[in-house]
């Protein structure tokens, strides 16, 4: 990472064990806080770091004996702006009420220098684990997944973070994301609406900012999903997106410069393809081209991620589809007895000719009531929505099996309409072109279920649907 292109004026603070300190004892206002030193009920234990509009210290909350995260302003920088943002920042934070949000306890001011306390957050930066080498592709979604919680919660408590980037982004030693450092956050949690929030002061990290952001214009949530598909790209590469000798050049390439894709590295052709479309839609350099809401890009996010869409085998998906068979045979020959009870004729007539209509009706009904069939639902299996995570809708269902089934069945009809009309089309024809439209399916399914998501049978690709194992993740954000 080249100097100089980490942080703009004003800075964010780079240190995210976020505390600050300040003392009882009789020092001057200018000296760093020391060892032992006292900030209202909190003794300072030790410097984390420091940024343009904090120093950060590890402390003790003598009133409840716990370690905590003070954040002080620091000596040279205690003007009426820098005391604003502060203070706005603590307020923000403290709004926001999440897992995976980093949580303020308290703020007040004590011999001229205001700092306030917020959970002490013991583990890594993302910018820290990263510094070695790129993550692995699933623990790179399970990071973006989880920060997409705790920013969805911000936006709906009024507040775009405005600096989202690795090392804002912290995994505690329980293996929990922590979204910190609201010291840039925009808005006004007392409006109504999600509309764009007029930036008051032109700031950030250029490695990671939206272009609209990085023209001052007026910003809401997506230009964070921009920084946090920056940052997906650098959790996945182990590099930013972009890299320039000036943040005017790097500006320039955020705007118009073609989105790179994610070296494959030993992960499967098809994971890395949609990784990039995942990065590409929340990169768009037009704010209109990403993600709607947090909600449609958390279930993207999830249909990227096998931990979370776990896509139905071919063989379970076969044997499903076999039971599905047998339980239509049974219905046909039980239609059949009836027949004979009924007329006395056991002649079929055509009557088995109906089989595949009668299966692609049965599953439609069940696909679009339930999301399942009887044979599915056997091996928990569920077909649902790619848009929703939820049951398919009765068009998604219909077109899907019309796709599935359609050849087969236009290959029923036709060989029944050529027979009545005694056109000089052998019977075999259909005979043929039936076992390959069989054998059509069989390979679209072997196709689909050899890969990892993003490859889906013709079917399912047409109708927007696939097939996985069932989930209690059904609805968006449910926490795992």
Same mark, same amino acid.
């Given at each position: 990472?080249?100097?100089?292109?980490?942080?703009?004026?004003?800075?964010?603070?780079?240190?995210?064990?976020?505390?600050?300190?300040?003392?009882?004892?009789?020092?001057?206002?200018?000296?760093?806080?020391?060892?032992?030193?006292?900030?209202?009920?909190?003794?300072?234990?030790?410097?984390?770091?420091?940024?343009?509009?904090?120093?950060?210290?590890?402390?003790?909350?003598?009133?409840?004996?716990?370690?905590?995260?003070?954040?002080?302003?620091?000596?040279?920088?205690?003007?009426?702006?820098?005391?604003?943002?502060?203070?706005?920042?603590?307020?923000?934070?403290?709004?926001?009420?999440?897992?995976?949000?980093?949580?303020?306890?308290?703020?007040?001011?004590?011999?001229?220098?205001?700092?306030?306390?917020?959970?002490?957050?013991?583990?890594?930066?993302?910018?820290?684990?990263?510094?070695?080498?790129?993550?692995?592709?699933?623990?790179?979604?399970?990071?973006?997944?989880?920060?997409?919680?705790?920013?969805?919660?911000?936006?709906?408590?009024?507040?775009?973070?405005?600096?989202?980037?690795?090392?804002?982004?912290?995994?505690?030693?329980?293996?929990?994301?922590?979204?910190?450092? /609201? &010291?840039?956050?925009?808005?006004?949690?007392? !409006? %109504?609406?999600?509309?764009? =929030?007029?930036? #008051?002061?032109? +700031? $950030?990290?250029?490695?990671?900012?939206?272009?609209?952001?990085?023209?001052?214009?007026?910003?809401?949530?997506?230009?964070?999903?921009?920084?946090?598909?920056?940052?997906?790209?650098?959790?996945?590469?182990?590099?930013?997106?972009?890299?320039?000798?000036?943040?005017?050049?790097?500006?320039?390439?955020?705007?118009?410069?073609?989105?790179?894709?994610?070296?494959?590295?030993?992960?499967?052709?098809?994971?890395?393809?949609?990784?990039?479309?995942?990065?590409?839609?929340?990169?768009?350099?037009?704010?209109?081209?990403? /993600? &709607?809401?947090?909600?449609?890009?958390?279930? !993207? %996010?999830?249909?990227?991620? =096998?931990?979370? #869409?776990?896509? +139905? $085998?071919?063989?379970?998906?076969?044997?499903?589809?076999?039971?599905?068979?047998?339980?239509?045979?049974?219905?046909?020959?039980?239609?059949?007895?009836?027949?004979?009870?009924?007329?006395?004729?056991?002649?079929?007539?055509?009557?088995?000719?109906?089989?595949?209509?009668?299966?692609?009706?049965?599953?439609?009904?069940?696909?679009?009531?339930?999301?399942?069939?009887?044979?599915?639902?056997?091996?928990?299996?569920?077909?649902?929505?790619?848009?929703?995570?939820?049951?398919?809708?009765?068009?998604?269902?219909?077109?899907?099996?019309?796709?599935?089934?359609?050849?087969?069945?236009?290959?029923?009809?036709?060989?029944?309409?050529?027979?009545?009309? $005694?056109?000089?089309?052998?019977?075999?024809?259909?005979?043929?072109?039936?076992?390959?439209?069989?054998?059509?399916?069989?390979?679209?399914?072997?196709?689909?279920?050899?890969?990892?998501?993003?490859?889906?049978?013709?079917?399912?690709?047409?109708?927007?649907?696939?097939?996985?194992?069932?989930?209690?993740?059904?609805?968006?954000?449910?926490?795992?």
């Amino acid at each position: 990472m080249r100097p100089g292109l980490e942080d703009t004026t004003p800075a964010a603070p780079e240190a995210h064990d976020t505390t600050t300190t300040q003392t009882k004892q009789p020092v001057a206002s200018s000296a760093e806080l020391v060892e032992g030193m006292r900030l209202g009920h909190f003794k300072i234990e030790r410097k984390l770091g420091a940024g343009g509009m904090g120093e950060v210290y590890l402390a003790t909350d003598l009133a409840l004996d716990r370690p905590v995260a003070v954040k002080v302003l620091p000596a040279g920088v205690a003007s009426g702006s820098a005391r604003e943002r502060l203070v706005k920042e603590a307020r923000a934070q403290a709004r926001v009420h999440h897992p995976h949000v980093g949580h303020i306890y308290f703020i007040g001011e004590e011999a001229g220098r205001l700092y306030f306390a917020m959970e002490y957050v013991s583990g890594k930066t993302l910018a820290e684990r990263i510094a070695d080498g790129p993550l692995p592709v699933e623990d790179a979604l399970a990071v973006i997944r989880a920060s997409v919680l705790g920013l969805r919660e911000a936006q709906r408590s009024g507040f775009t973070h405005r600096d989202v980037k690795p090392s804002n982004l912290m995994v505690d030693s329980h293996g929990v994301l922590k979204v910190l450092d /609201f &010291g840039l956050a925009a808005g006004n949690p007392e !409006a %109504v609406g999600d509309g764009p =929030v007029a930036q #008051t002061t032109l +700031a $950030g990290t250029p490695l990671y900012m939206a272009p609209e952001q990085a023209r001052g214009e007026p910003i809401d949530f997506r230009a964070d999903i921009y920084a946090l598909g920056a940052t997906l790209f650098h959790l996945a590469s182990g590099r930013p997106p972009f890299v320039a000798d000036s943040v005017d050049q790097l500006i320039t390439m955020h705007a118009t410069a073609a989105r790179p894709n994610v070296p494959r590295g030993a992960n499967p052709r098809t994971m890395i393809t949609a990784i990039d479309a995942l990065i590409a839609r929340m990169m768009a350099p037009n704010a209109a081209d990403r /993600f &709607g809401s947090y909600d449609e890009l958390l279930r !993207a %996010v999830e249909m990227a991620s =096998v931990q979370h #869409t776990r896509p +139905a $085998g071919l063989w379970v998906r076969g044997i499903a589809t076999l039971i599905d068979l047998i339980l239509v045979g049974i219905v046909l020959a039980i239609a059949q007895a009836l027949k004979v009870l009924i007329t006395g004729s056991g002649e079929n007539g055509g009557f088995g000719k109906f089989a595949l209509e009668l299966l692609a009706i049965f599953t439609t009904l069940a696909i679009g009531r339930w999301g399942t069939t009887a044979g599915k639902a056997l091996f928990e299996l569920q077909v649902v929505s790619v848009a929703t995570s939820q049951r398919p809708s009765w068009g998604q269902a219909v077109r899907r099996q019309l796709t599935l089934v359609g050849v087969p069945i236009a290959l029923d009809w036709a060989e029944t309409a050529v027979a009545k009309l $005694g056109l000089p089309i052998p019977s075999d024809l259909f005979d043929i072109l039936a076992v390959v439209a069989a054998v059509a399916i069989g390979l679209s399914m072997l196709h689909a279920t050899l890969r990892v998501p993003g490859k889906r049978a013709p079917w399912d690709r047409i109708s927007g649907t696939m097939v996985r194992y069932r989930t209690t993740r059904g609805s968006p954000g449910a926490m795992t």
